[in-house]
Each structure stands twice: as C-alpha cells, then as structure tokens.
C-alpha cells in the first residue's frame, strides 16, 4: 500500500522561503519520476516541478528560478525549496509520480504567502 505525506507548509511573508518535504512509503523515488503539484483555491492542480530518476528537472514558467525540487534517495524524501515566494504562490502543495496515480495523492500542506 502506497502512502504519501507532505509537510512543511505555512504562512510566510511575500519575499520569504519554506522547504516542502515528501516522504512516501510503497514508493521508491529514485527509480520514477516525481512531480510536486499545487491546488490553489478555484483552481484546478497543477504541476510546479518534476524530477526524473535520472536527475533531470523541469519547472512551471511561474516558479522557474525561485523553487529547487530535490531528492534524498537515502531517505526516500522528496524536498521542494521555495524562495522568494508570492501571494499567488499560496494553494495547497501534494507529490505524487509524474504522471500522477490517483491513488497516491496525499492530503497536501497548506503554503500561505501573505503579509
């Protein structure tokens, strides 16, 4: 049974940075390719960043430069780091493979940018 948990979501200022980790169970991700996706309220989900089990990454136009998706293979760990976050950055954060699995959506962590 695959399970999925991110964290490290919460409110920040507009300027500032948070680090997103996914950890998983039932899921190797060094050998897939893995993706973080947001929610934002009215808004369908949509992918932020991928990174393939070869290491290779790709990013929304929007976060190009300012998110850094990255991987701990020992700790089967899957990190998003966001720098120089916007308030249109606020919206609910998952990881799942790139293509997603219905079934391994998690709950997600809430990322508020706001003053």
């Known amino acids: 049974q695959v399970q999925v948990v991110e964290s490290g979501g919460g409110l920040v200022q507009p300027g500032g940075s948070l680090r997103l980790s996914c950890a998983a169970s039932?899921?190797?991700?060094?050998?897939?390719?893995v993706g973080w996706y947001r929610q934002a309220p009215g808004k369908q989900r949509e992918l932020v960043a991928r990174?393939?089990?070869?290491?290779?990454?790709n990013y929304a136009d929007s976060v190009k430069g300012r998110f850094t998706i990255s991987r701990d293979n020992a700790k089967n760990t899957v990190y998003l780091q966001m720098n120089s976050l916007k308030p249109e950055d606020t919206a609910v954060y998952y990881c799942?493979?790139?293509?997603?699995?219905?079934?391994?959506w998690g709950q997600g962590t809430q990322v508020t940018v706001s003053s």
């Open positions: 990174l393939t089990s070869d290491g290779r990454t």
């Open positions: 039932g899921i190797i991700f060094r050998i897939i390719t």
């Open positions: 799942n493979t790139h293509p997603s699995i219905g079934a391994y």
